[in-house]
């Protein structure tokens, strides 16, 4: 015993996906599939957006954060679960562990609070349109954007500097496809009730604080639809159902769902937000061509026309992406 508690921890072991022996082969291609397929469509979103002055509006500025957090968060454990799959290599080193936990939860958080801005703008847009220019100019742009990073940043080092000045004295087996704090602090011989208060409060609170901000911008922007002439808009504002409920799930379940939210719904969130969407996909045809115009702007923006139809679908689709904030920041 005395042996052990002298031990220190250099890496981890992660078992990776219960119940998927004989799977590995049809799981890595699967999952390095929908890995390609989001790092290329967020890449192009984000080379359009990028490229074409007609979107560097808000909404696309804001899309433009978005690519990055989805190929980014993506990337925290998507490559290492395919060289377990692959390779079944399942060390990962301790400076590795801490990368995982620091980015799942830096980016996490940030895609969380970016929900939360965009819900913002479109509650700016849809319900004060004569002032959407003045409100979200820049400055205000650059400020909400940077402010969701930086928060994130420092919600993100305190939790994982939490996690990792724990000692760990031996055991090192996480009971995981990969490192996140709870499954990680199981192994620290050390009372671990301060970092499991502090981890259960903010991916709380969080969360369910943006569920709440984003639940009354799209109450208000529901009346708002409600009272256009558009009996497409009313139609479709009547059919909305969401379910906000996170049931007590069991560990295969849980797992699922977490790789869903790491593996699919980055792949998804371009085809969400851009499939429909007549000025994305110009860009994209653009990108294609390498021709772009300097469109028309006030000499900031490059405000494109929007029909009120559009409008309800980005509507729609932001809040059918929101409900994602409710499951532990995806």
């Not at 940077?146 to 000692?167: D, E, K, Q, V």
């Not at 490192?179 to 199981?186: A, M």
């Amino acid at each position: 015993m005395g042996l052990v508690n002298h031990i220190v921890v250099t890496h981890f072991i992660l078992l990776g996906i219960p119940d998927a022996n004989g799977l590995q082969t049809i799981l890595f291609i699967t999952f390095l599939a929908f890995y390609l397929c989001t790092l290329l469509g967020n890449l192009l979103i984000f080379s359009a957006i990028l490229a074409d002055p007609c979107l560097h509006t808000p909404m696309y500025i804001f899309l433009c954060n978005l690519s990055v957090l989805d190929i980014g968060f993506s990337s925290i454990s998507t490559p290492k679960m395919l060289t377990n799959l692959w390779f079944q290599s399942r060390v990962i080193s301790l400076g590795g562990c801490m990368s995982q936990v620091f980015f799942y939860h830096f980016l996490g958080s940030t895609e969380c609070l970016l929900y939360t801005v965009m819900a913002y703008d479109r509650y700016v847009a849809i319900c004060h349109p004569l002032r959407y220019q003045l409100i979200m100019n820049r400055k205000m742009c650059t400020l909400l954007a940077a402010g969701t990073w930086i928060t994130s940043f420092f919600h993100s080092t305190i939790l994982t500097s939490l996690t990792f000045t724990l000692p760990y004295c031996g055991f090192n087996v996480v009971d995981y496809f990969f490192c996140d704090i709870f499954p990680v602090v199981k192994l620290a011989c050390a009372d671990t009730y301060v970092i499991e208060t502090v981890t259960l409060t903010n991916t709380r609170v969080v969360p369910i604080t943006c569920f709440h901000l984003i639940l009354v911008s799209y109450i208000r922007i529901m009346f708002s639809v409600l009272k256009m002439n558009s009996s497409e808009g009313r139609r479709k504002a009547a059919s909305i159902s969401l379910i906000y409920t996170q049931p007590h799930l069991s560990k295969v379940l849980v797992t699922a769902v977490q790789i869903f939210g790491n593996v699919v719904t980055p792949m998804l969130n371009p085809a969400i937000y851009t499939v429909r969407n007549k000025e994305v996909k110009a860009a994209l045809r653009k990108l294609r061509g390498g021709e772009f115009s300097q469109g028309e702007g006030d000499g900031h923006w490059c405000y494109p026309r929007v029909s009120s139809g559009e409008k309800v679908k980005g509507i729609l689709l932001g809040l059918r992406q929101g409900s994602w904030v409710m499951l532990g920041f995806r």
